[in-house]
């Protein structure tokens, strides 16, 4: 990053949180580099080709790929890049500067957590993927790095919360701008719902790898991951979200089509995002089964918002096209600016999701659950998710927003363009690939490729024959997408300088001011629904964990 010829002067003059924006969101790319190039052995194994022999002694196990690949991609990337945007986009928006002395304190916190992390994951001595709880145990350095990682993150937290809270100050008869709006409430989000693992982490796990404490409950610690693990999905998405809100409709020509649903959405994430956890846990003993369902029927509630994004963003987006000369029913969408990269690449996420809401339905689903729980359907799930709704959104955002930052242009839109769809139709083969292996009950989280005898037979049946096949192929694609992205990034960092006039500008959806009257001045009280949220989790955990708190059956840990 410090070689990207353009000064400081030419490139950061009177916005120095451009650099420290740049920072957080390069670093993270560079960590979903590494774990993408690890993407395509895991689809392979899938297919029942085994390839991890010949990545000895760079990795010296399945088990260390896997925790390299979730860890970087799914822990770390996200991080970053949010970290970095949605610190970003408040203080462009609330023309405020963040305290730099603080946000660089966030960013050297947080790199010195990842840096700590990957002693134990180098070290093949924490081999316990990205859901980490007992009984399986990692080496020390692992649990204090991602700590850090999570304080850094809350240390920016705490600065957008600390900037809309002096704007409003000076500005007390207007809403909080739309995009500061929803960043506020993502953070608030991920403030409530990390309260889980930092407990895990900082009063068992650390403690528990230091030799510290004999044993730990692996239920306690299991139960606390999922209070922050399936939230934290949200965290991942509700960012994606912002761009499709607030960023999108601007970029396809049109405007946010309803300023108080999108609050409304941003709200109900906001109080039912974190109280969901149990139904992660719905084959685990100790939890009451009242308690699964309760928390069942709060996941589904998640949905309620999310189908008001669904409707909000096609309006916006009907509202573009139509300003573009389409009509009719469906004469809009072919009016959209297909050709821009990154358009294009927030359609195709927005509808991987489609697809990956589907399936969230199932997973939370109290009795439909357990026919997918702990198989490769899960996997298939979260790459819908996460690997191409919130993946594949970060990478349309960056093709604006790095040439912004750096004022360098765009190295190929055409090549941007092939990435973006590389990379969807690969996650559709993987994803159907792994759903469908799901159902066939192959396990997750399992080196099948390498398994010998009747038990590697019992997967390579020739109902799986198909499946196979396709995640196999996806793994292939999907390096080609890696490949067509990573060379349009390094090619922009150190490609030509941009004139002023040919910057990128943010594409805010509306710049108008809107006032605080009727419904908005409810929907803005941010701090009262941040009360309910809390009272709401408070409600929907502590029975539950104060009954394994004080029944812990603590059992010593087992190094994979």
């Known amino acids: 990053m410090a070689a990207i010829s353009m000064t400081k002067t030419d490139v950061y003059a009177g916005h120095p949180e451009k650099k420290v924006a740049l920072y957080f969101i390069v670093t993270g790319l560079l960590a979903v580099l590494i774990g993408a190039l690890i993407g395509p052995f895991q689809a392979l194994n899938y297919a029942g080709i ?89 080496h020390w350095s692992f649990y204090v790095g991602l700590a850090l990682v999570v304080v850094a993150s809350l240390m920016v937290a705490f600065e957008v919360v600390r900037m809309r809270h002096v704007w409003k100050r000076e500005h007390p008869d207007r809403a909080t701008p739309i995009v500061t709006y929803m960043s506020v409430t993502t953070w608030l989000m991920w403030a409530l719902a990390s309260l889980g693992i930092v407990v895990e982490v900082v009063w068992f796990l650390i403690p528990w790898s230091l030799g510290w404490r004999a044993g730990v409950d692996p239920l306690v610690t299991k139960t606390l991951f999922w209070f922050t693990g399936h939230p934290i999905v949200y965290f991942w998405l509700l960012p994606a979200y912002i761009s499709w809100y607030g960023l999108a409709p601007k970029q396809a020509g049109g405007e946010l089509a309803s300023d108080s649903l999108t609050r409304l959405a941003f709200i109900m994430f906001l109080l039912f995002s974190t109280p969901v956890g149990f139904h992660h846990q719905f084959t685990d003993p100790g939890i009451p089964v009242g308690w699964k369902m309760i928390h069942s029927m709060l996941t589904m509630f998640v949905g309620i918002p999310s189908m008001l994004t669904a409707f909000t963003v096609a309006a916006s987006l009907e509202i573009a096209g139509k300003n573009r000369g389409g009509s009719g029913m469906f004469g809009w969408i072919p009016k959209l600016p297909w050709r821009d990269a990154s358009f294009t690449a927030q359609i195709l996420a927005m509808i991987g999701f489609v ?3 589907a399936g969230g339905i199932v997973n939370a689903s109290f009795n439909l659950d357990i026919m997918v729980h702990n198989t490769a359907w899960i996997p298939g799930h979260f790459h819908l998710t996460v ?6 959104t970060f990478f349309g955002i960056t093709f604006w927003l790095i040439p912004h930052l750096v004022k360098k242009q765009l190295f190929s839109n055409g090549l941007a363009l092939a990435s973006s769809w590389l990379w969807f139709i690969g996650m559709m083969f993987f994803a159907v690939g792994m759903h469908w292996q799901g159902i066939l009950a192959v396990p997750r989280r399992a080196h099948i ?49 941009l004139a002023e006039k040919d ?38 955990y502590l029975p539950t964990l104060i009954s394994l708190w ?11």
Not at 119 to 133: A, K
Not at 515 to 540: K, P
Not at 555 to 560: A, N, R
Request: aromatic share 14%; net charge positive.
């Open 550 to 560: 004080i029944n812990q059956v603590p059992v010593p840990g087992i190094k994979p």
């Open 50 to 138: 085994d390839f991890y022999p010949f990545l000895k002694p760079i990795i010296k196990s399945y088990y260390q790929g896997l925790t390299l690949h979730g860890v970087l991609n799914a822990l770390v990337f996200t991080t970053y890049f949010i970290s970095g945007l949605l610190l970003y986009l408040p203080a462009r928006e609330m023309n405020m500067r963040p305290n730099m002395t603080w946000v660089w304190a966030a960013y050297w916190v947080m790199t010195g957590g990842l840096l700590i992390a990957a002693v134990g994951i180098l070290s093949n001595t924490s081999n316990v993927t990205y859901t980490f709880y007992a009984p399986l145990q990692g």
């Open 387 to 392: 690997g191409t709704a919130v993946t594949l």
């Open 503 to 540: 910057v990128p500008e943010i594409p805010f959806a509306s710049t108008k001011w809107v006032h605080r009257q009727g419904i908005i001045t409810i929907l803005d009280n941010i701090w009262l629904w941040f009360l309910a949220a809390a009272v709401l989790v408070a409600l929907a």
């Open 449 to 497: 490729s390498n398994m010998v005898g009747d038990l590697q037979g019992l997967y390579n049946t020739s109902a799986n024959l198909v499946p196979q096949i396709l995640t196999g192929i996806s793994g292939v694609i999907l390096l080609a997408a890696v490949i067509c992205y990573f060379t349009v990034l390094f090619g922009t960092l150190f490609g030509k300088p």
């Open 355 to 357: 697809f990956g809401g």
